[in-house]
């Protein structure tokens, strides 16, 4: 290329750049250190509930406390609220006051998954199972023959919760069968969403009897016998528990270059640890309110006491406004989200479903989105032009790799984030996340690079001014 045209191609035409090409050596020790902490969070947090043990034990640590309601706060506080063991609120009070708005981030903790029934526990020809019921948009083919665990609580009518914890370790893990493929010609021909059914999520869970021979569900008194031993729990307290079938595997670098982290809830854990650690190491005050909402529920539509249509948010955010004597929609016209969810990373295995140009490519940096729905831009909060543009400057001067996108192609299908609840508050929004390649499955795959950048992304808007 001559010299004259590369400087006339400068001027006016954009060139998107690898993020390695711009990032230097530092910058790479320290996106691996970040990286260890998140897998870490990652291994530790395979639940909503575990995650938001987990975000407060680091937040703890940080010198976060729990808010009381009436309680003084002042420049440089921290604070944090848990609703209902399911979600958390992060908050670090800013200079200014909340009239001038907050800096919000909000991920979601909950990812796709197998619940129990409620009545979950069956024998069928001496094998004992658990029944499930999916949680979230799972392709239920991916959930058979890996081996899984067991997360969650059971309620008690005495009100204590108990937590249950089996798989976990060294201990013996479960599985859902699949048909060999001797005999799984008829199976193989239905289309790939229909051949493993959601009544077919059968968790296996053992096959030794006890008692004598003749008597009847052996299998399943020995089942609930180790589980009675162990929790003192009974087949009735299924009823009252959430207990999460979630994949065994932990965390690992993927590639032979390890660029990569395989992972089971990378959406959208990995946005929600980058937006709590950017919190957690702001080392200085921030001029305006920075706020960490960790949600549930997202994956079933933001519903609930817990999801992101709660008035939970708004009273957290309410009692800090109360502090100040600032009304909450003072608060909210002047404030801004970064709805920090996961995007669709372009897969040129699968490249026919996205549109090359408007896709987030891996190693590109966090994925902002202007939009995201199906069916032109339905169920999408739209942002406005203007709030882009504040979002481009304030990443530019922090020097955050990353790139605009969409979640493939229009008519190849969509998605949602909190961004709408967040907007629906009158609270300027934007999407922003870390490409995925195979989203929802029970092993995501995520770039090292992206998940840096996010975290990065994340500090920009916390100390924005
Ligand atoms: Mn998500
Ligand atoms: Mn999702």
């Not at 059971?154 to 060999?180: N, Q, R, S, W, Y």
């Not at 946005?271 to 005050?285: E, P, R, S, W, Y």
């Not at 909402?293 to 406004?321: R, Y």
């Not at 490249?351 to 090359?356: I, P, R, S, T």
Request: aromatic share 8%; net charge negative; charged share 25%.
């Amino acid at each position: 290329m001559s010299e004259e045209m590369k400087t006339r191609k400068e001027k006016v035409l954009s060139s998107p750049k690898n993020g390695y090409d711009r990032m230097d050596c530092g910058e790479r020790e320290a996106m691996e250190r970040y990286c260890t902490l998140y897998k870490d969070f990652l291994n530790k947090g395979k639940t909503e509930r575990l995650c938001v043990k987990e975000a407060v034990a680091l937040a703890e640590a940080k010198g976060f406390v729990p808010f009381r309601r009436g309680m003084e706060l002042k420049a440089g506080d921290k604070v944090y609220t848990v609703n209902r063991a399911k979600s958390v609120m992060f908050a670090v009070i800013g200079s200014k006051s909340l009239a001038e708005g907050v800096q919000i981030t909000a991920s979601h903790i909950d990812s796709p998954r197998l619940d129990l029934k409620p009545t979950p526990l069956y024998e069928d020809d001496e094998m004992a199972y658990f029944k499930t019921h999916y949680y979230g948009g799972i392709r239920k083919y991916q959930w058979v023959t890996i081996p899984l665990e067991m997360r969650g609580v059971v309620a008690l009518k005495d009100g204590t919760v108990v937590d249950v914890a089996l798989g976990v370790g060294d201990e013996p893990k479960f599985v859902i069968t699949d048909l060999l493929p001797h005999l799984g010609g008829e199976q193989g021909k239905k289309p790939l969403n229909e051949a493993i059914t959601g009544e077919g999520l059968n968790v296996l869970l053992g096959s030794c009897p006890v008692g004598e021979a003749g008597e009847s569900d052996r299998i399943k008194l020995h089942v609930m016998e180790k589980l009675n031993e162990k929790y003192g729990i009974t087949e009735a307290d299924f009823i009252s528990a959430e207990i999460e079938v979630v994949p065994a595997a932990n965390a690992t670098d993927i590639g032979l270059d390890a660029s990569l982290i395989g992972a089971y809830g990378h959406d959208d854990r990995v946005c929600g640890f980058a937006a709590l650690q950017a919190m957690l190491d702001m080392d200085t005050v921030p001029a305006k309110t920075a706020v960490c909402m960790l949600a549930d529920k997202e994956e079933i539509g933001s519903m609930g006491v817990t999801g992101m249509q709660s008035a939970a948010f708004d009273t957290f955010i309410n009692d800090l406004c109360d502090t100040q004597n600032v009304p909450l929609r003072v608060c909210y016209e002047k404030a801004f989200c970064l709805s920090t969810d996961v995007t669709a990373a372009y897969d040129p295995m699968y490249a026919d479903v996205y549109e090359k140009r408007n896709s987030a490519h891996i190693n590109y940096g966090v994925g902002l989105a202007k939009y995201t729905g199906a069916r032109g831009k339905g169920g999408s909060s739209d942002a406005n032009a203007e709030t882009v543009a504040y979002v481009r400057r304030i990443l530019d001067e922090k020097d955050v790799v990353w790139q605009m996108a969409e979640l493939g192609k229009i008519d190849a299908g969509g998605g949602g984030t909190v961004a709408q609840y967040m907007a629906n508050r009158n609270i300027a929004t934007l999407d922003a996340g870390v490409p995925v390649l195979s989203m929802h499955a029970p092993f995501e795959v995520v770039s090292k690079l992206d998940c840096y950048m996010t975290y990065k992304g994340c500090k920009a808007v916390y100390e924005a001014e």
